[in-house]
T-cell receptor
Framework: GENVEQHPSTLSVQEGDSAVIKCTYS??????FPWYKQELGKRPQLIID?????GEKKDQRIAVTLNKTAKHFSLHITETQPEDSAVYFC???????????FGSGTQLTVLP | KAGVTQTPRYLIKTRGQQVTLSCSPI?????VSWYQQTPGQGLQFLFE???????NKGNFPGRFSGRQFSNSRSEMNVSTLELGDSALYLC??????????????FGPGTRLTVL
């Protein structure tokens, strides 16, 4: 089955700096890669996703890049703010069952 | 549209007991997936139901089971509870699996504590 690895597990940045979280996946048939943000005590919420026919997607301060050849994708957050502090999960959907497999999460802390 | 709801939100049980958790998906969503979330383990997939049938299953023991009703509401059951079953159990609904891009919407979760 699919295996998704996510790095780093924790990340601290100064407010205004950029943050990058990286994920690799194993199933070359995977074709959908969402990112979820989970604030403390809350449910995971989709913040951005990318399809396999696209190399990059941006939404204001958030961007995701996908390299299908290398089987990795990354989340980029620019001009970080304290409210960006949360756990971020990457996921990959693939295989015949089209099941979502999640990475282990990254705790992002934005220091004021 | 109302979001995904889960009941109960908190539950305390003792070892050996069994527990049933409930999930109501977004109206019109026919697929419900269940995940176990523990510190450091991320979101571990339990199973997915669609049209009252289990469509996918993760690597969990047979003590974990589920079902889906005709109105798409789903329940999961854990029998013979163990201390290690303490976790946040999340369900997520999506419109129809098998179509491209299976966007999932999560419920608030049920926090299960096993003493």
């Amino acid at each position: 089955g699919e295996n998704v690895e996510q790095h780093p597990s924790t990340l601290s940045v100064q407010e205004g700096d950029s943050a990058v979280i990286k994920c690799t996946y194993s199933d070359s048939a995977s074709n959908y890669f969402p990112w979820y943000k989970q604030e403390l005590g809350k449910r995971p919420q989709l913040i951005i996703d990318i399809r396999s026919n696209v190399g990059e997607k941006k939404d204001q301060r958030i961007a995701v890049t996908l390299n299908k050849t290398a089987k990795h994708f990354s989340l980029h957050i620019t001009e970080t703010q304290p409210e960006d502090s949360a756990v971020y999960f990457c996921a990959a959907e693939g295989g015949s069952a089209r099941q979502l497999t999640f990475g282990s999460g990254t705790q992002l802390t934005v220091l004021p | 549209k109302a979001g995904v709801t889960q009941t109960p939100r908190y539950l305390i049980k003792t070892r050996g007991q069994q527990v049933t958790l409930s999930c109501s998906p977004i109206s019109g969503h026919r697929s419900v997936s269940w995940y176990q979330q523990t510190p450091g383990q991320g979101l571990q997939f339990l199973f997915e139901y669609f049209s009252e049938t289990q469509r996918n299953k993760g690597n969990f023991p047979g003590r974990f089971s589920g079902r889906q009703f005709s109105n798409s509401r789903s329940e999961m059951n854990v029998s013979t509870l163990e201390l290690g079953d303490s976790a946040l159990y999340l369900c997520a609904s999506s419109q129809t699996p098998g179509l491209s891009y299976n966007e999932q919407f999560f419920g608030p979760g049920t926090r299960l504590t096993v003493l």
